[in-house]
């Protein structure tokens, strides 16, 4: 009991360090990486999947009011908790809809109001559940519970883990329920139940209604599971696991259809992309070393720790020269975390490390294999020994929680936004060839213009038009979508010049630069 009750204090302590963490750069954060608005549209807006959505389908030659755009972010009056018309965006878009019901009900407890707030709060919320369940995770493999709260912290803290946090969107409940599938299934190993059975099933579908990158850990998963069970001739066990792992295939086909179309589809987030990247081994070298570079940069306090815990286990090794008792089961939880993370790095449709951050909570249990492995030795038997190890983990922990900060701050935003706010009387064009990917990333700073004409052409009479609407104005803001890869891919200094001809306007200059478009300030 005592130690039950030391092992408790030891989660609250980690859980109040992360959440002080959370808070602190939550309340930097003061912009949004054009998926996360994506999340804020794809949950709240009323069957209007994106923003030529809300214009019939079309944005050339629209003019995007700011309650149109304020309608795609919010949730209206009479559309609270509208999981069909979320269901209906996500089959129009590349997703499954679990995290988006979820953004949903956060965000119909605000009606009306566009805020970070509405995401970062249930990011917390399943950030510290998942510290928590890594906790339990950490403690069912090697039945410590000081080395299972110095695993959650290591997380918590992490660059890696904060940014996920930071990040409004699904990333944090794939997060959730891959420590959630293993911590099942390192149960199953103990002592397997009928109640095991049907929770891996269940967990297991909603990994896939999360994030359909979720598959990979869980196929590695059972596939370890399942020949561990075999070459101990445990049939039955292993049969009834296998149809268990695929009644949660199952029921993501039966809730979720569209995952299939998702699967075929031609888009750059879909099965065909990734079985080009696959086939594509020139970019091997380079997507790995990329991933294993975000992975020590986001990851160095853990492995940092690690290396600690290593040599500490060395020279205990050699003093005492101890035998150790490995725990070689644990391997099947740990193990399935490499081949995906290498498997992901290769198939991802773009090389960002946010396609791995449900391995991050696993990638720190390795500290929690070694620290088992000290505890073994001599010394560590005892308590002091390992409360002031454990004191230098916690401070490395902090340490890296300061040293380098998450992703997903934006604090670069607050200068776009004091800009816009700044010329919000005049009128606002944005230049862009019917994509709607641009003038969603840059919808925060639309926000603070009455409206935004859309158009590929600077010679359109209907540009004329709007623009003699605003004709006292002695300027006007320009938005260029210069994104080559991604959308229009204008020259400024072909398309701005040949506006200036066909307007009253006499001069341009550059006012920021995002990364799908650069702003002017056009003067007469």
Same mark, same amino acid.
């Given at each position: 009991?005592?130690?039950?009750?030391?092992?408790?204090?030891?989660?609250?302590?980690?859980?109040?360090?992360?959440?002080?963490?959370?808070?602190?750069?939550?309340?930097?954060?003061?912009?949004?990486?054009?998926?996360?608005?994506?999340?804020?549209? &794809?949950?709240?807006?009323?069957?209007?999947?994106?923003?030529?959505?809300?214009?019939?389908?079309?944005?050339?030659?629209?003019?995007?009011?700011?309650?149109?755009?304020?309608?795609?972010?919010?949730?209206?009056?009479?559309?609270?908790?509208?999981?069909?018309?979320?269901?209906?965006?996500?089959?129009?878009?590349?997703?499954?809809?679990?995290?988006?019901?979820?953004?949903?009900?956060?965000?119909?407890?605000?009606?009306?109001?566009?805020?970070?707030?509405?995401?970062?709060?249930?990011?917390?919320?399943?950030?510290?559940?998942?510290?928590?369940?890594?906790?339990?995770?950490?403690?069912?493999?090697?039945?410590?519970?000081?080395?299972?709260?110095?695993?959650?912290?290591?997380?918590?803290?992490?660059?890696?883990?904060?940014?996920?946090?930071?990040?409004?969107?699904?990333?944090?409940?794939?997060?959730?329920?891959?420590?959630? &599938?293993?911590?099942?299934?390192?149960?199953?190993?103990?002592?397997?139940?009928?109640?095991?059975?049907?929770?891996?099933?269940?967990?297991?579908?909603?990994?896939?209604?999360?994030?359909?990158?979720?598959?990979?850990?869980?196929?590695?998963?059972?596939?370890?599971?399942?020949?561990?069970?075999?070459?101990?001739?445990?049939?039955?066990?292993?049969?009834?696991?296998?149809?268990?792992?695929?009644?949660?295939?199952?029921?993501?086909?039966?809730?979720?259809?569209?995952?299939?179309?998702?699967?075929?589809?031609?888009?750059?987030?879909?099965?065909?992309?990734?079985?080009?990247?696959?086939?594509?081994?020139?970019?091997?070298?380079?997507?790995?070393?990329?991933?294993?570079?975000?992975?020590?940069?986001?990851?160095?306090?853990?492995?940092?720790?690690?290396?600690?815990?290593?040599?500490?286990?060395?020279?205990?090794?050699?003093?005492?020269?101890?035998?150790?008792?490995?725990?070689?089961?644990?391997?099947?939880?740990?193990?399935?975390?490499?081949?995906? &993370?290498?498997?992901?790095?290769?198939?991802?449709?773009?090389?960002?490390?946010?396609?791995?951050?449900?391995?991050?909570?696993?990638?720190?249990?390795?500290?929690?294999?070694?620290?088992?492995?000290?505890?073994?030795?001599?010394?560590?038997?005892?308590?002091?020994?390992?409360?002031?190890?454990?004191?230098?983990?916690?401070?490395?922990?902090?340490?890296?929680?300061?040293?380098?900060?998450?992703?997903?701050?934006?604090?670069?935003?607050?200068?776009?936004?004091?800009?816009?706010?700044?010329?919000?009387?005049?009128?606002?064009?944005?230049?862009?060839?019917?994509?709607?990917?641009?003038?969603?990333?840059?919808?925060?700073?639309?926000?603070?213009?009455?409206?935004?004409?859309?158009?590929?052409?600077?010679?359109?009479?209907?540009?004329?038009?709007?623009?003699?609407?605003?004709?006292?104005?002695?300027?006007?803001?320009?938005?260029?979508?210069?994104?080559?890869?991604?959308?229009?891919?204008?020259?400024?200094?072909?398309?701005?010049?040949? &506006?200036?001809?066909?307007?009253?306007?006499?001069?341009?200059?550059?006012?920021?630069?995002?990364?799908?478009?650069?702003?002017?300030?056009?003067?007469?």
């Amino acid at each position: 009991m005592k130690k039950s009750i030391q092992g408790l204090g030891a989660l609250l302590l980690a859980l109040i360090l992360i959440l002080g963490g959370c808070l602190w750069f939550a309340r930097q954060k003061s912009g949004l990486f054009i998926d996360e608005i994506y999340t804020y549209g &794809l949950s709240n807006s009323h069957y209007a999947p994106f923003l030529n959505d809300m214009t019939g389908g079309s944005l050339e030659g629209a003019t995007l009011t700011r309650q149109q755009l304020m309608d795609y972010l919010v949730v209206n009056d009479g559309e609270s908790l509208d999981f069909a018309s979320v269901y209906y965006n996500q089959v129009h878009d590349v997703h499954p809809p679990l995290y988006y019901w979820l953004m949903n009900i956060a965000c119909s407890l605000t009606p009306n109001v566009f805020s970070y707030w509405s995401g970062l709060i249930l990011n917390l919320i399943l950030y510290l559940l998942t510290a928590v369940l890594l906790y339990a995770l950490s403690f069912t493999l090697f039945e410590d519970r000081l080395n299972a709260a110095l695993a959650a912290l290591l997380y918590g803290l992490s660059a890696l883990g904060l940014s996920t946090m930071l990040m409004i969107r699904m990333y944090v409940l794939m997060a959730l329920l891959t420590v959630q &599938l293993a911590l099942i299934l390192a149960r199953m190993i103990r002592e397997p139940r009928p109640i095991h059975y049907l929770l891996f099933a269940l967990t297991l579908f909603l990994g896939l209604m999360t994030q359909y990158y979720f598959v990979f850990y869980a196929f590695f998963l059972c596939l370890g599971y399942g020949l561990w069970r075999l070459a101990r001739r445990e049939w039955k066990q292993a049969f009834a696991f296998a149809l268990c792992a695929f009644a949660g295939v199952g029921l993501l086909l039966l809730a979720f259809p569209a995952c299939l179309d998702h699967l075929f589809a031609e888009k750059m987030v879909s099965g065909g992309n990734a079985v080009e990247n696959l086939l594509d081994s020139s970019q091997y070298a380079w997507r790995l070393g990329s991933f294993f570079r975000s992975i020590v940069h986001g990851m160095h306090g853990a492995i940092f720790s690690a290396a600690l815990v290593f040599l500490a286990l060395i020279a205990s090794l050699l003093k005492k020269g101890a035998k150790l008792r490995f725990p070689a089961l644990s391997l099947l939880v740990l193990l399935p975390a490499v081949p995906t &993370l290498l498997l992901v790095a290769i198939i991802s449709p773009v090389v960002e490390i946010r396609y791995v951050y449900n391995l991050v909570p696993i990638l720190a249990l390795w500290v929690s294999l070694l620290i088992s492995l000290l505890w073994q030795a001599s010394l560590f038997r005892k308590r002091t020994p390992r409360l002031l190890l454990a004191l230098l983990v916690v401070l490395i922990a902090l340490w890296q929680g300061r040293a380098v900060p998450p992703d997903y701050l934006y604090i670069e935003y607050r200068d776009f936004d004091a800009i816009a706010a700044e010329h919000s009387d005049a009128p606002c064009v944005y230049l862009d060839d019917n994509y709607f990917a641009p003038i969603t990333e840059d919808i925060q700073q639309l926000l603070y213009f009455d409206d935004v004409f859309v158009t590929a052409d600077p010679d359109s009479a209907a540009l004329d038009d709007y623009l003699a609407r605003y004709a006292d104005s002695e300027e006007a803001v320009v938005y260029v979508d210069i994104s080559k890869f991604w959308s229009s891919g204008f020259d400024p200094e072909e398309i701005l010049p040949r &506006l200036l001809e066909s307007t009253e306007f006499g001069a341009w200059k550059p006012l920021y630069t995002t990364g799908l478009s650069q702003t002017f300030l056009l003067t007469k």
